[in-house]
Nanobody, 127 residues
């Protein structure tokens, strides 16, 4: 499975961006797709994830209400809609895919769940 993240860029605080994660290869093996982010000097942080088949989602508490994940299975693409962006949202955003989906959404935020990672796309939010 290969993942290609795109859609990052420079946006003013309060603005919106939509990131895309296009999957290719053995996409039939994907059960879960997640988004993570990593700011300079910080650890990778879970943002949100979606079940590939059923569409169930789980989002980190700090991002609920601003960030939304959805998918287009026909296009093998998962989207991250980010609204009301803040300067502290500045980071490289990564998408990741897992072959197995843990039962509980609260466990989807662990990097060890994921088998494949995209290259990341940079989001910069100016104040």
């Amino acid at each position: 499975v290969q993942l290609q993240a795109s859609g990052g860029g420079l946006v003013q605080a309060g603005g919106s961006l939509r990131l895309s994660c296009a999957a290719s290869g053995r996409t039939f093996s994907i059960s879960l797709v997640g988004w993570f982010r990593q700011a300079p000097g910080q650890e990778r942080e879970f943002v949100t994830a979606i079940s590939w088949s059923g569409g169930s989602t789980y989002t980190a508490d700090s991002m609920k209400g601003r960030f939304t994940i959805n998918r287009d299975n026909a296009k093998n693409t998962v989207y991250l809609q980010m609204n009301r962006l803040k300067p502290e949202d500045t980071a490289v955003y990564f998408c990741a895919a897992a072959n197995r989906r843990p039962l509980y959404g609260s466990t989807w935020g662990s990097v060890t769940v994921y088998d494949y990672w995209g290259q990341g796309t940079l989001v910069t939010v100016s104040s």
